[in-house]
């Protein structure tokens, strides 16, 4: 960065300014709780993907591959979405933003009504619109938080917030396990004695026990829409803040660290949302611990649960030690949890699966903030490119789906461990960005 201080303009006393007021202190106080709201929602619906995965995969009698067209279509959304949602959000504001997230994510909640009597495709298609939703709250929230206080302390803001998201990914497990697959608690050897119509009903049931928690769901989140609509949140403006940016050369993509970082979010999100997808049929292995997919749904709870513990330490690390240092920290803990996993097992090798959630904690929000770091005018480009990263989470459980079927389903975990070097690579390459100038291509 530069030495310099910036010179006083307007933007200098907007929320990302480093002096404020008593009152834009409040102001800012009110902003986190009401986008936090946001970060609980977002997480608690892409961590029911987890339950449904298994779910569908029974009812269908889905490939390890076919299954993970479920997040190949949820996580795919943020690649085609992304920068649209970010010229919405330039033309209608960060506020209105979420509002049209909010609505589009309960349209697409409110389909999966109709998916459960229409096949597997339409329930793909019902994923897209809820996943086109939640893109566009998370490029409108994410650098809203970044701006919304003094820029040292971005990372450590992002990821108090980001343990709010956990804190819906912990939840949705247990209560889509809980909603879900325990409503379909039938043995492989009583369905096959079934008759064909029996099963046919049978299944038809499973599938209709989406109904109720996804239209509960849609109603949630209009009412969400509605409040955040009429809430008074203060304006953003990253046309001039002072920070370094380029002039029209490149824009955001002429940053190194921005590149990198949206490599990072790639195989970040890619792994810990593969993970996530295969962990309870990785728990069902009988090397592993055999459990059924209902008692194994409570254990996904505690993986995300991992996450959302890391986030409120790491909120407090972060303010004494540099995020990069942190980040490369967890990375490496998270490849040998994952080889630990993948070459043992029995309760060692599923303690070692779940117990990289605790390093996936503070990835996101950290390479997120150091990704934006120094961007200026371009904080709203470089969010809509990071966010259109995250389709990583539709590509890397494709692949290691691949994997399952061909090289067995725990060797495949050897896709997320490769994932995390680079992320390793990235938080030491950074490890005093803060410190250093902005770098450009």
């Known amino acids: 960065m530069q030495n310099t201080a910036p010179k006083p303009t307007a933007a200098a006393a907007s929320p990302s300014a480093a002096q404020a007021t008593p009152g834009e202190h409040t102001q800012h106080t009110s902003a986190l709780?009401?986008?936090?709201?946001?970060?609980?929602m977002w997480g608690l619906l892409t961590s029911l993907n987890d339950v449904l995965i298994p779910h569908l995969k029974s009812i269908y009698t889905l490939t390890y591959l076919q299954a993970m067209l479920v997040q190949f279509c949820f996580f795919g959304a943020y690649f085609i979405v992304s920068l649209p949602a970010g010229m919405l959000?330039?033309?209608i504001g960060y506020q209105n933003g979420a509002v049209t997230g909010l609505m589009i994510a309960a349209a697409g909640c409110a389909l999966f009504y109709p998916a459960s009597k229409g096949g597997y495709g339409l329930f793909?298609?019902?994923?897209?619109?809820?996943?086109?939703?939640?893109?566009i709250l998370q490029v409108a929230a994410n650098p809203y938080v970044t701006v919304l206080g003094p820029a040292p302390t971005a990372s450590s803001r992002l990821t108090l917030t980001q343990a709010f998201n956990s804190l819906g990914t912990t939840v949705a497990p247990a209560l889509g396990g809980l909603l879900i697959l325990s409503a379909a608690a039938v043995g492989a050897?009583?369905?096959a004695a079934m008759s064909a119509a029996e099963q046919a009903?049978?299944?038809a049931q499973e599938a209709a026990a989406v109904q109720g928690p996804y239209l509960a769901l849609a109603a949630a989140l209009a009412i969400l829409a509605v409040l955040f609509a009429v809430a008074k949140l203060p304006k953003l403006d990253h046309a001039d803040d002072g920070k370094p940016a380029l002039d029209g050369k490149g824009g955001a993509m002429a940053y190194r660290h921005l590149v990198l970082g949206a490599v990072a979010i790639f195989l970040y999100v890619g792994a810990e949302v593969s993970?996530?997808?295969?962990l309870i049929n990785f728990l069902g292995e009988g090397n592993i611990a055999g459990l059924s997919h209902a008692d194994a749904a409570q254990y996904v709870s505690l993986?995300?649960?991992g996450a959302l513990v890391g986030r409120f330490i790491g909120f407090a690390v972060m303010r004494y030690?540099?995020?990069g240092k942190t980040l490369a920290f967890n990375a490496l803990g998270s490849i040998l949890l994952v080889l630990l996993a993948t070459f043992s097992e029995g309760q060692l090798a599923m303690w070692a699966i779940i117990a990289v959630g605790l390093c996936n904690s503070i990835m996101f929000p950290t390479i997120f903030s150091l990704a934006l770091h120094g961007l200026g005018k371009f904080t709203g480009q470089g969010s809509g490119i990071l966010c259109m990263a995250i389709v990583g989470g539709a590509v890397v459980p494709f692949i290691q789906g691949m994997f399952a079927d061909t090289i067995g389903l725990q060797p495949s975990f050897l896709v997320p461990a490769v994932c995390y070097l680079f992320i390793l690579y990235y938080g030491v390459k950074y490890v005093n960005l803060h410190k250093q100038p902005v770098a450009t291509a």
């Open 33 to 40: 709780v009401i986008v936090t709201i946001l970060f609980f």
């Open 89 to 91: 959000i330039k033309k």
């Open 124 to 135: 793909l298609f019902a994923f897209f619109v809820l996943a086109s939703g939640i893109t």
């Open 189 to 191: 050897d009583q369905l």
């Open 201 to 203: 009903a049978h299944k």
């Open 275 to 278: 993970i996530g997808s295969f």
């Open 303 to 305: 993986y995300w649960g």
């Open 321 to 323: 030690i540099s995020p």
